[in-house]
Structures are given as structure tokens and as C-alpha cells.
């Protein structure tokens, strides 16, 4: 079994250094600062007196840090007779033996032992496994703390005994932040320390400095020997969960605000904690109303927080007001959070303001105080006091500008750009750059994509990650969040990020969305085409009623070509049909395609075309001998291809558009929504734009949207992924088909075989025409 202990900052009293203030106000005040260890040393005291410092340190410190202490075994023992909370047991080589210390205070209690030389490593090596649990090794530097100090080791001295050592080996002496890096790359498991916080006249802003050098030092490189023995501890950087507190508004509806950052935070590995700044009411599709509470209650929340819990990172969201910010400014440089991220939330993915005009001064006044900034590019704009940036390298060009004024890192986020990529760049003070390419996910969900960034960035960054690797655990993270967004169904607008959807997959929890969430959200991502169709020279003619009557038959030989083949792979569909209601009606549909279209379409083609000619019209289909078109082609292709994928799913789903964009688009030009009157008895082509309007078409195509619906909502994730992209594709060849018999001027490019997998950030829907 192993055991994390946090050795990060390992506070040593000093009695003498403390001075009036007291040993148990440093105390607090270093814990506070983040201080995860203390050890009380006091060789002058007698024991009563001890025990009675001990018994008020372990109140003090009430459980937000370990308490050891120097030496005295018997002290320890008669604390925890009397409840205190005492963690263990720090011994010299000359004190009692670790053996008894084991013994008497149980396999649980820590025990630590000095170690300065090679030769107490290898008693220790001796010992049973489990006695110590690690070593304090020293001295780094010459020090007066302990007049009797060990030879001065230097870092390089220390480096060579932890390299060999069996157990975590923390460092001691004359420690200062100067030395976090070094001798953390010497493969320090942390610092003890004793005059940079008893002597410190801030000593929790000393041991925030100290948690903050720790935690921006980086770790041992991988080439380092690895520990002879197996370790008993894992040293990490803190132990348990990272408490993180988001100061932000709120998002009613779940998906922004504080509500994404619990979850955010929750999902990323953290305790997430909030002090709200403002009731926002608002959902997916816009803000309503803010309420701001007086910002003295800001301070309040802020301090119930902080005068209890060790806040170990801070992410701030929506400010609302200048009041707002004043306080969280001064909350800040008062207690000095380790990590702080900023997310300079101005306006909602939905468009709507969150922060006062006159407030934008008084948040670039937050940059300095914070580690990392996380603008989107007209936030960005904001924080530079520029024009937004045209172009990615313009906005990575001003983020350096900003970096470089507030010395604060700038995640610049692309998710507003144009295009197929969202990328995001981490930009130094100094100029660096760390490109996070990614490319867009075509959806809507989108809704709080910033504030659930900025909080797992914190969460992960509490966890001991440097930036950008914390940069690319937390995109990794948001882009599966986003991805799985769509399934929960949550809303008409910009919808929420699924923030578990990699918990929820791994523990058996995923839940399939409903039937009408897959129709609204495979119709929501079609729209862009929809909308091409509307525009095309043919649909718009159609309506007017001055479509040339070449490209109607045109269009009506391809159709009666196109109808036929259908009717086979429907046929296929009704072979397939998992039961008997679906295996009627795609053999009833298979049975209209045929008899009902191509009976409308002998008739035209009878009429017109071939009457003329050889008078043979009501010969029908049979008559005439089109070739089929190259998008006639390609559609039948993808159908037949579906039909032998031998997934009933992806067959109908291929099939689908046929009935929803007909069904669709012939009740928008029968009701005259192209600004037309079809039914006027002289428009040319009443009776045929009359057969899509029908309300038995309209019926089939209900039920035909149903089954595929449902089949995609109960299929697995991968299969109903098969299903999405059949469909677009249909989709695609129907705008193809509709353009083959108008092309335009500038002749559009054939549809990709495969249209990507969708992508159209903040396309609306086309009119109210959604289905569902
Ligand atoms: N469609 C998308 N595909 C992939 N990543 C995206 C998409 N939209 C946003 N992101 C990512 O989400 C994060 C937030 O970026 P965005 O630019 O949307 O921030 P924001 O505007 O502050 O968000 P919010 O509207 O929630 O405040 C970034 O990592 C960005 O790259
Ligand atoms: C409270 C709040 N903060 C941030 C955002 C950004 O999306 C939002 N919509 N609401
Ligand atoms: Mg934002």
C-alpha cells in the first residue's frame, strides 16, 4: 500500500523567530499560505509546555495540514491520548529509535529521520519496510536556525544522496524560493523551511511565494536514477484534491457560469468551491436579467471561504461592475492563491453583455495579479485596447503584446475564428508560443466552452501540472465535453458541453439521447445545406413558376431514374426492418416510390415531351431513355453502398433525407414561403409542387423520421456516428441533384464523397422550419 504524503512545504518551527506573534499565529498564517506539513521543534521548552503548544497547533492547524514533531516520542503519545491530532514523529539520528517510534504510534502515524550522509542512507535502507516514511536532508545552505548544523551538502551535494536514496527525501537549510527549482530538479520530494516563514514578516504570503516557486519548478527529469528500493510514500505535490473556487456569475440553465465551473472543476479532479458575483437569468439561447447582490457579500462569501478552507487555486469568471472587481482585487492580494485563472468573460456565447463598459479598465488592472489570462479574441481586443484581430497570427501577435505588458500568460482561444480549426495558443511574457491546433467540432454546444475551460485549466494546474501541459489536459478534456454535448438535449439554443461524458462512458453511465434530440440535432446540422437548396436558381424558378420547362423535364427524367433505384433500396430497408411495423412501412414506401412518383412523372413526361414527339404518352418511365446524371449517379451510389453496408441503420438513414427535404420543402413552396402562389391554378407546375404537400406524404415522412430516430437514439455511440454521416451525405446529394437541371454560371464543385463531419459554428436554422 502506498501512501501520499505532501512534503511540498514543510514548515519547522522556530520558537525564537516567531517571536510575539506566537508560534500558533505563524502557524496558521503559513498553512493558510499553503504550508502542507509542520513540525513543531523546540528544544528549550520543557514538556509541559510542549504539550500545551502541541495541543494548541493541532486546534490551529485543525486538520488543513500534517503536524509531526521533533523528538519528543512520549509528548506525541500523551497529545493523542489527549485527542489532539497529531500526525507522527520527526527523529534525529540521535533521538529515540524509528523502530520504537513505528511501534508505539502505528502503522498509519508518519515517521520522518534526518539523514545527511550516505552512510544514514544506508541505515535507513536497512530498516523494514514501512519504518520511515521520509528523510529530511540537509544542509543545503549554512544556517543559524540550528547552531549544530550537518556540513553544508549544497543542492549538488543533496541531488547525489536523493538520487540513491530509498525514501522521499525533503530538503533543509537556510531554504529560500531561489532554491524551489534547483532542488526540485534534484529530485526534492519538497522544502522544509524555518526562518523564510517564522521569520517572515507575511508568513502567509511567504509560503504562498514558496508553494508558488514549488509548483512552477519543474519536476525531476525522466533520466534521473530512479530509487533504489520501492518508495513506501508517493511524493506528490499536494495531497488530495486541489480545492479550487470559482468567483463568477451564474447560469440558471446549467451549462455557463458557476454551474459549468462545479462541474468543470468536479470532472477535472478537483474540490470545487464558489463566491458569486452576480444572479444571472439565462439559458442556452440568451441572458434575461442580472441581479447583482451588494458587493460586500462578494467579500463575505470570499471570506467565509478562505477564513476555513486552503484555497488552492482561484478561477475568475464574470465581474459584472467595477464594485465587483474592487473586491475581488483586494480578496486576492490579501490571501494570494497559489494558481489564479482569469477568464475575462465580456459578453455570453449567445451575444449578450456581462460586463459593465466602464468595468474593462478596472479588469486589465486584474492582469498582473494573476497567472494566466483566457480571452477569447474580442476579449483579447479588450485586454490590448486594440481592434479585434483579423487573422490568428494578428490575434497571436496582440496576445504577445499583452503578455509581454502584464507579465501574466495569455491563452488566446480560436473558438470564435472563422474556418475549420479552433485553435488555441499559450503565449509567455517573454514571447513564447504554445500552439494548440484542433479542429472545429461542428456543433452547437458550445454554450459555456470558455468558463469550463478556464476552470479545468485551474483544477489541473492545482493538480501540479505545468501550463501547458495543464493547456492540453484540459482541451483534451473540453473537446470530448463538447463533443458529447449534443446527446444531453439540453435547450434550443447554444446547448451545454457534456463535462462527464468521459466519466459517465468509462463507468457504464452514458445515456442514449432521445429520439427527438437526434432529429433536432441531425436537422439542426444540415441547415447550411438546406439553405444552399433554397437558393439554388432551380427551387427559386420552380417557385416563381418560370423554371424553364427543359430543366423541369430535365429534373423529372433524373427523378423518374433516381425514384426507381430508390424503390429498391427501400425494398432493402423493408427486408431488413428489425420489426413488422417498420417492415411494412418501408415496403409501403417502397410500393409509392414506384407506383405514386412514377405514376405523376409518366404523366408529365408523357404529356410534354414525349407526346410531342411520338405521341406514345402514356407509356410512362418505359418511354423514355435519360441517362442518368452524374449526381443522379453519385446519390444512387451512396443509397446502394448503404443498402450493402448490412446496417439497417445506416440504410435509412441514407433514405431519410428523400422524404424530410421533400416534405419539407414542399410545404414551404405549396404555402407560398418563396413569396409565390403555387396554388394559383395558373401557376405551370401546381400539380406536381401539390404531390410534396400532401398530407399523406407528410405523414410518411413523420413516421420515416421516427424510425430513424429512434434507431439512432438506441443505437451505440459509433453506429448512430454511421448513421449521422450517412444522412448528411444524402443530404449533400440532394442539394447536388436539385442544382444538376440550373447549374450555375460558376459550375459548383461535385459534393465530397464523404462531407467532413459537419462543422458550421453559429449557422442558424433557416426560418422557423425546425421539425422537432
Ligand atoms: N466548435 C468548437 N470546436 C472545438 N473547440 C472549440 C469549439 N468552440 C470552442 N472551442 C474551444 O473551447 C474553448 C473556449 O473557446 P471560445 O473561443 O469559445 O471561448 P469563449 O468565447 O470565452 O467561450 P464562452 O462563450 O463560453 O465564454 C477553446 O479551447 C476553444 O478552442
Ligand atoms: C455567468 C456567466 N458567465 C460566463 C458566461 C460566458 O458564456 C455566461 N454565459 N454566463
Ligand atoms: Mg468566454
Redesign the pocket.
Known sequence: MTRAIDLSLYLVTDTRLCGRRGVPAVVDAAVSGGARIVQLRDKDATDEEFLALLVELAAVIDGRALLVVDDRLDVVVEARRRGARVDGVHLGQSDASVLRARELLGPDAIVGLTANTAAHLEAARALPPGTVDYLGVGAIHPTTTKPDHPPVLGVEGFAALAAVSPLPCVAIGGITEDDAAPLRRAGAAGLAVVSALCAAADPRAAATRLVRAWRDAPTPSPIAPPPIAPSPIVPSPITGPPRVLSIAGTDPSGG?GIQADIKSISANGGYAMTAITALVAQNTRGVREIHRPPSDFLRAQLDAVSDDIVVDAVKIGMLADTGIIRVVRSWLEEHRPPTIVL?P?MV??SGDRLLDAEAEEALRGLLPLVDVVTP?LP?LAMLAQEEVAATWDDALAQAVRVAGRSGTLVLV????LDGDD???ALVEPGGGISLFP?E????RS??????S?SSALATRRARGAAWPDAVAES?AW??ES?IAGSTLGVGGGHGPVHHFAGLWSRGGLETRPTADAVAADWWDRIARVRAGIDGLPFIRALADGDLPRSAFLFYLEQDALYLREYARTLAEAARTAPTSAQQAFWAGAARDAIAGELELHASWLGTAAYADSDGAGSSGAEAFGAEPAPATVAYLDHLRSAAFSGEHGVLIAALLPCFWLYADLGARLHGGAFGTRPQDPDHPYASWLATYADPGFEEANRRAIGFVAETAAGADPRTRERMRLAFERSVVYERAFFAAPMPNPMPAPMPDPMPAPI?V?GVTPAGGDRRR
Not at 482561444?413 to 470564435?416: I, L, R
Not at 472545429?440 to 456543433?443: A, F
Open positions: 455557463a477568464d468573460v455570453a456565447t477569447n476579449e482561444k480560436g473558438g470564435h479552433a485553435p488555441d484542433g472545429r467540432i461542428r456543433t458550445t454554450h459555456g466552452t470558455g468558463c475551460l482541451r473540453l473537446r463538447i462543422l459554428p
